[in-house]
């Protein structure tokens, strides 16, 4: 933080710029300040999104979160609403042996 010099001289005009460089620099640091408690939450949530897959042991706990987003997009979407609800769990199934592999190879160091 830095305070702009107030001038020496009793010149009412240079006092007046020095009062208005103070206003500004005050409000800059309002503007910082209360930016900073809106951001706070998602500071947290980054930090919590972080720590969530190291918490459970899961490598790649951020991805794992967007895949189970995706899947479930798939699965209510509209087109289980036209009828493709069969192909998407034949898809679902012949998934399930990679999903297996891929999850037996993350657990060994």
């Known amino acids: 933080m830095s305070l702009p010099e107030l001038p020496d001289t009793r010149n009412p005009r240079e006092l007046r ?9 005050m409000h800059r640091q309002q503007i910082r ?3 900073a408690q809106m951001l706070e939450p998602a500071r ?5 999104g972080a720590s969530f897959g ?8 951020s991805l794992w979160g967007i895949g189970a987003v995706v ?6 979407g509209k087109g289980v609403r036209s009828g493709n609800l069969a ?11 990679l999903l297996r592999l891929f999850m037996g190879s993350a657990r060994r160091p």
């Open 17 to 25: 710029k020095a009062l208005l460089r103070l206003r500004m620099e």
């Open 33 to 35: 300040h209360e930016s």
């Open 44 to 48: 947290r949530l980054r930090g919590m």
């Open 54 to 61: 190291e918490g459970l042991g899961i490598k790649h706990g």
């Open 71 to 76: 899947a479930l997009g798939f699965l209510t």
């Open 87 to 97: 192909r998407l769990i034949r898809v679902g199934t012949s998934l399930v042996p």
